[in-house]
């Protein structure tokens, strides 16, 4: 209960000290939200033009400034936001950032069909950080089947489900975390099967 006293409190001082916090709801603009990003935890952000938030949050993680307020926050939260849209312009943004903040861009990488997000998740298998392993395969785990028409895609995303096959083999012979390797065994039959499914939409 205290915690969602404080929280509230924080979003009525957020609507009543940050300019464009309150206007945001129909106000699509870099300004009202970012503010937004300051309090991701209570942020809503239907109430911007789904149309033009994908390029907002992308200016946003791009070209916020370092020395900005709340600024890794408000970057790590556009990323967040970013993934929710599903658009497509999120996977080259989110493979461009995974190095700085790796646990969000590897969990919504692993929303996309694409070889480009598969291949980017595959590199962290073997990351000296244990959660980053660990998110790697549940993202992994969690790949969605292809659904597009394009043969090429189709392809490229099978071979790059083939190399993650492999490398989950590798790494499971190495884990000592058997928490992770149990999260390897769940990714490596979740891919096996969308391996079969998904190379049905190359024939």
């Not at 006293?5 to 924080?10: E, K, Y």
Request: glycine share 4%; proline share 4%.
């Amino acid at each position: 209960m205290r915690q969602i006293i404080f929280a509230t409190f924080a979003v009525i001082i957020l609507m009543l000290f940050l300019p464009g916090a309150v206007s945001a709801c129909g106000d699509t603009n870099k300004e009202s939200v970012r503010n937004m990003l300051i309090v991701p935890d209570n942020a809503d952000f239907t109430v911007f033009d789904p149309a033009l938030l994908p390029d907002i949050l992308i200016d946003i993680i791009e070209n916020d400034p370092p020395d900005a307020p709340y600024h890794e926050r408000v970057v790590d939260s556009a990323l967040k936001a970013l993934g929710q849209t599903h658009n497509e312009k999120a996977i080259d943004i989110l493979v461009a950032k995974i190095e700085d903040y790796p646990l969000t861009c590897i969990f919504w990488l692993g929303t996309f069909a694409t070889s480009d997000a598969v291949n980017a998740i595959v590199e962290y298998l073997n990351n000296d950080d244990a959660s980053i392993r660990i998110e790697s395969a549940d993202a992994l785990s969690k790949l969605p089947q292809f659904e597009g028409t394009d043969k090429d895609e189709a392809k490229a995303y099978v071979d790059s489900i083939l190399i993650a096959l492999t490398g989950i083999a590798k790494r499971i012979n190495v884990e000592d975390d058997e928490r992770i390797k149990d999260s390897l065994y769940e990714a490596w039959a979740h891919l096996a099967g969308l391996t079969l499914m998904s190379a049905n939409d190359v024939e």
